[in-house]
């Protein structure tokens, strides 16, 4: 219900990471993101880390990946 009420009001990943950005403006609290990794795959793998990277995410949690695929 929440990722609903999330998408139905407007939520993408491009609007998280520029959520990110102004908030590194005010502070350096460590921040992670916690997604599906089918969103990750979507949005793109190199995209999204590089972005994570240049918003200042300082992890990721994706609880739906198995260990075995971490790579």
Do not use: W
């Not at 009420?5 to 491009?14: D, E």
């Not at 908030?23 to 350096?28: F, I, M, P």
């Amino acid at each position: 219900e929440a990722s609903l009420r999330a998408l139905q009001g407007g939520t993408t990943l491009v609007g998280i990471f520029e959520m990110v950005k102004n908030l590194r403006q005010k502070t350096q609290i460590p921040l992670l993101l916690m997604m599906y990794i089918n969103t990750i795959f979507r949005f793109g793998k190199e995209r999204f880390f590089s972005l994570c990277q240049e918003h200042g995410i300082d992890g990721v949690i994706v609880p739906d990946l198995p260990y075995e695929e971490q790579d």
